[in-house]
């Protein structure tokens, strides 16, 4: 072995001889912007000028700088020989043999339980799709499609018909949400590629948004789940105060809203606006500074095709008022489904847990049913889902006793809340971080 700390090859460099080895303490001073160190399977790899050529983007491998990312590696990646490819020019040493391979004070057995569960989901071929599963899925979302343009075709653009299509074009677009999602994830195809190419299909063409937007956001929301600046969808403020936000804020005296109320709001501007504004806004914004052309087209082939299906039955401002209908419809979706697990949970900043650990402390399930299932497409099972995010979405019922398993061995939470609970947790948690920030702004 080369000595601690011994410099090692840079990127791009051969490397002769034994590699350099660092410990734990060396490794954490490089955790900063354009200097960035992290450890996979005890190697240690200098990310500082390849993470923005990361294809997941910079930001989302920096969230684990001077870490032990062994788990998120393996929960983000397919192919995990194709990808150890790419690292080799980053190789720079490798932890001491003194040294664990976890920093800090983790709980080491929990970890090596993990990956011999992950291993047993493998051997289980938990992680093998069923293509006709997804086939139906896909099928009974374009049926949709066509149903609600038959609906105004054969009985008129009336309000009835036109209340009940746009109905149907809300929960196909949020059934056509849960499906680009396993895409994204890479859990229906064997081959990453495709995966890729249909989630631009159902991302672009079926829904009018950005494939590249959506995994740039919510592979940051998985590898770091409610984590202040590393999970967009929990970074809110300062229209909504949640978690540790509340007493900062409050203790520093701002009030740019009436925050002991934002549960009111919420309804007002929390589930109607958020696909039909913020994420219009946003995917547009980031097609157009990131310049993913390919996207910006099957988005516009979207728009094409549902104003050219309805125009002839609404005129121009008919069919504007028809798609916003359908986007708040699905806006509410979104919103309720996506959020009954994670806002509930524990909401802060970096623990710098394990993964396992992580992901439980962030997600909550909620109790199955065929409907349940369906309705959210299988995001019941969020605490599955988080654990295994490459998992095809039908096998997390299989697991699910496992993972059990292991949160018993160990005193972790596994809970489990009915649908109409779970749903109305959004609503106390959104009150109760406004009422901590009230306390704290009047008594600081």
């Not at 000595?3 to 090692?8: R, S, T």
């Not at 959104?430 to 009047?442: F, R």
């Amino acid at each position: 072995m080369g000595g601690v700390g011994e410099p090692g090859p840079r990127e791009g460099s051969a490397q002769p001889g034994p590699l350099p080895t660092f410990c734990w303490e060396q490794i954490r001073a490089h955790d900063q912007p354009g200097d960035k160190w992290l450890v996979i399977e005890r190697r240690v790899y200098d990310i500082s000028r390849w993470a923005q050529r990361h294809p997941g983007g910079s930001r989302l491998i920096g969230h684990h700088g001077a870490e032990d990312a062994t788990d998120a590696f393996r929960a983000f990646h397919q192919d995990l020989n194709f990808v150890r490819k790419f690292l080799q020019p980053l190789l720079i040493g490798e932890l001491a043999p003194e040294e664990p391979s976890q920093d800090g004070p983790l709980n080491a057995q929990l970890v090596e339980d993990f990956r011999a569960l992950h291993q047993a989901a493998e051997d289980m071929k938990l992680f093998d799709a069923s293509l006709t599963f997804f086939a139906f899925l896909l099928g009974h979302i374009l049926a949709m499609e066509v149903l609600a343009w038959l609906l105004i075709y054969l009985l008129g653009p009336g309000w009835v018909p036109s209340a009940l299509a746009a109905f149907i074009l809300a929960i196909s677009q949020a059934q056509s949400w849960c499906l680009q999602h396993d895409l994204g994830h890479a859990s229906i195809f064997k081959k990453s590629r495709w995966n890729h190419v249909a989630q631009k299909f159902v991302m672009g063409q079926l829904k009018g948004f950005s494939a590249h937007w959506w995994n740039f956001r919510h592979f940051q929301h998985h590898a770091k789940p409610n984590i202040f600046h590393k999970d967009p969808d929990v970074t809110v403020a300062p229209v909504f105060l949640l978690g540790e936000s509340s007493v900062e804020y409050g203790k520093k005296k701002r009030r740019y809203l009436p925050y002991n109320q934002q549960h009111l709001y919420f309804f007002l501007i929390g589930p109607p606006l958020l696909t039909l504004v913020n994420f219009e806004v946003e995917n547009l914004a980031y097609m157009l500074v990131c310049m993913q052309w390919a996207d910006l087209l099957w988005a516009a082939s979207f728009y094409a095709r549902f104003f050219l299906s309805y125009l002839p039955f609404y005129g121009v401002p008919g069919v504007l008022l028809f798609f916003v209908a359908v986007r708040v419809l699905e806006s509410h979706w979104f919103v309720w489904i996506t959020q009954m697990n994670h806002i509930p949970k524990e909401i802060g900043h970096e623990k710098h847990r394990d993964w396992a650990s992580s992901q439980l402390a962030a997600t909550c399930n909620v109790e199955p049913s065929l409907f349940t299932n369906w309705f959210s497409g299988h995001l019941n099972f969020q605490i599955e889902h988080h654990l295994f995010p490459r998992m095809p979405r039908h096998n997390y019922s299989r697991v699910a006793p496992l993972v059990k398993s292991l949160c018993a061995k160990h005193g972790l939470s596994y809970e489990v809340k009915p649908f109409l609970t779970a749903l109305v947790d959004i609503v106390r948690s959104l009150k109760k971080s406004g009422d901590i920030w009230l306390d704290a702004y009047l008594h600081q």
